[in-house]
């Protein structure tokens, strides 16, 4: 199925989208607090805000947040929650970027549904000088509960075509990835921060986790009653919690003063 196709799936169930989605380490808005530097009151534009699962801190440190966000339900809810902040509903691809630069563009868990030829460039674009690209990425990592998700790999096979939860990696084996931004020559060295934590989840709470990811709203409902069903049978079994570990990662790089020529 497209990128296009999954990234509308979101919006689906827009109110469950909020209620289950994790949040982000406190110590990733430091950070970027860091990386900024000077900025009092930073203007940040967020790609792809959801129902303001990101965005709520920022505004609580009194940034200045506008957020391009393609789902009209999603939309929503995230003004629903956060009446003081400005949503555009509309595909960042498309969207005309104002006048006004911004020192920040942030996107988290979001910034891999943008067309790849647009998301870096237009990135640039909407910065000021050496204003700041952030982008904040979630791995499912080994940990937590390891026998069981090695057990649940088994529903995964018998009910998918893609074994989505299986091979989980410990945080270190998983890549540090620069090479897009770096080609775009738009951008000085990313640097890297990295937060590992868990969460634990009842049966209905992981199921209700897995109905907001877009692969699992793709899949046929005789699929997913099936996976769903061999999933809660093992959690049940193993005293009706899991524990998941996530690493969220935050890649962040300066854009440069002026966009190298073209060779």
Not at 195 to 213: H, V
Request: glycine share 8%; with cysteine; charged share 25%.
């Amino acid at each position: 199925m497209s990128r296009e196709t999954l990234r509308q799936t979101f919006g689906e169930d827009a109110e469950l989208y909020d209620r289950v989605r994790p949040t982000y380490p406190p110590r990733l808005y430091d950070d970027l607090a860091a990386l900024l530097g000077k900025p009092k009151r930073p203007r940040v534009l967020e790609i792809g805000c959801g129902t303001g699962q990101a965005t709520k801190p920022m505004l609580k440190r009194g940034w200045s947040v506008k957020a391009v966000e393609l789902s009209p339900e999603l939309s929503r809810v995230a003004r629903a929650n956060l009446p003081e902040l400005e949503v555009i509903t509309a595909p960042f691809e498309s969207w005309p970027l104002p006048a006004e630069k911004f020192d920040l563009v942030l996107a988290a868990t979001a910034f891999h549904w943008v067309d790849p030829e647009v998301r870096v460039p237009k990135s640039a674009d909407a910065l000021r000088p050496g204003g700041l690209l952030a982008i904040v990425s979630t791995h499912h990592i080994a940990g937590g509960s390891e026998q069981l998700w090695i057990d649940v790999q088994g529903c995964y096979d018998r009910f998918t075509e893609d074994a989505q939860q299986g091979g989980l990696q410990p945080a270190d084996a998983v890549p540090k990835d620069s090479a897009e931004i770096d080609a775009s020559g738009r951008f000085g060295p990313v640097v890297f921060h990295r937060y590992e934590w868990e969460q634990t989840y009842t049966t209905a709470e992981y199921l209700d986790l897995l109905s907001s990811y877009s692969g699992h709203r793709a899949l046929t409902s005789q699929r997913r009653d099936g996976l769903y069903g061999c999933v809660s049978a093992l959690i049940n079994a193993a005293g009706g919690s899991i524990t998941k570990r996530y690493l969220t990662e935050l890649s962040a790089a300066n854009q440069l003063n002026q966009p190298l020529a073209s060779s």
